[in-house]
């Protein structure tokens, strides 16, 4: 059994980039822990900070359940603002003291070194993620840990959410779990609704004519949602070499590259 330790910003990322993934491990025995860095509160056209932040328990404990992922670590900072209210250093101690808990063998996260991110949210999790993992080994990094009790741990594997195709060097078939994805996407309903909306919005501004988005009401997501993520896992499919349907594709790092010193050996894949 591996442990697998996911850092995302909102809810839903993971969901959206790796839920077919996630609920392979998680399918196959292996414990997923998820921490989500931010409250969601800003995340809707209809509901205040307040309401979003009273749905968010829900809608993540719902999502967590359709996966199989073992626990969710809610963090609270503020939605849009985590890079301005947790300074870079105490967001990473924070993330290496939960890989120091934790153990992961496997972390999963955003990608500090992909292009066009225009979420700051995003980036500082994914800035805070990837040197927590890459340092948490090392006893001098954050030694205030060590009193507490929390010793040094090695991440193995860093699997990174990826945007763009250019990025992405793995890919897991996800025939048996696509349906999972999208029912646990669902569950994220305040975020479903804002996405629709939010391509509403893009279409009355552009001035297109697409009826049926102009048609739609946001709260009946679930086609649209479904549609998205089964055209963009099939899209990964016919990339990725693998004889399935839909995959997903991660820029993924695995012992920080030891494998080009044992050239005729192969390390096994999880999943
Ligand atoms: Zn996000």
Not at 23 to 30: I, V, W
Not at 246 to 254: S, V
Request: glycine fraction near 8%; charge should be negative.
């Amino acid at each position: 059994m591996k442990r697998v330790l996911v850092f995302e910003a909102h809810g839903d990322d993971m969901e959206f980039f790796a839920g077919g993934t996630i609920a392979k491990f998680a399918a196959a025995g292996h414990e997923v822990i998820v921490v989500v860095a931010t409250d969601n509160d800003k995340g809707s056209f209809e509901l205040g900070a307040d309401e979003m932040r009273a749905l968010r328990d829900r809608e993540l404990n719902g999502a967590a359940d359709v996966l199989g992922v073992a626990r969710v670590i809610p963090l609270g900072y503020s939605d849009g603002d985590l890079a301005y209210d947790a300074p870079p250093r105490e967001l990473r101690g924070q993330f290496m003291r939960l890989i120091r808990e934790v153990k992961p063998d496997i972390m999963f996260t955003w990608d500090p070194f992909a292009p066009y991110e225009g979420h700051p949210d995003h980036r500082a999790v994914a800035v805070a993620a990837n040197e927590a993992a890459s340092f948490a080994h090392f006893p001098n990094f954050y030694p205030e840990h060590a009193a507490d009790g929390v010793q040094p741990h090695y991440v193995s594997e860093h699997w990174y959410f990826a945007k763009s195709p250019r990025d992405q060097n793995k890919f897991v078939d996800i025939d048996a779990h696509i349906d999972t994805k999208i029912e646990a996407l669902w569950q994220h309903e305040a975020q479903m609704v804002l996405t629709v909306a939010d391509m509403k919005c893009q279409q009355q501004a552009s001035g297109l004519n697409i009826p049926w988005l102009e048609a739609l009401d946001p709260h009946d997501y679930r086609d649209v949602i479904a549609k998205q993520m089964k055209a963009a896992g099939r899209a990964a499919a016919g990339r990725s070499g693998l004889d399935c349907t839909y995959a997903e594709g991660f820029r993924r790092t695995r012992f920080g590259g030891i494998e080009s010193l044992a050239k005729d050996q192969q390390i096994a894949e999880d999943v």
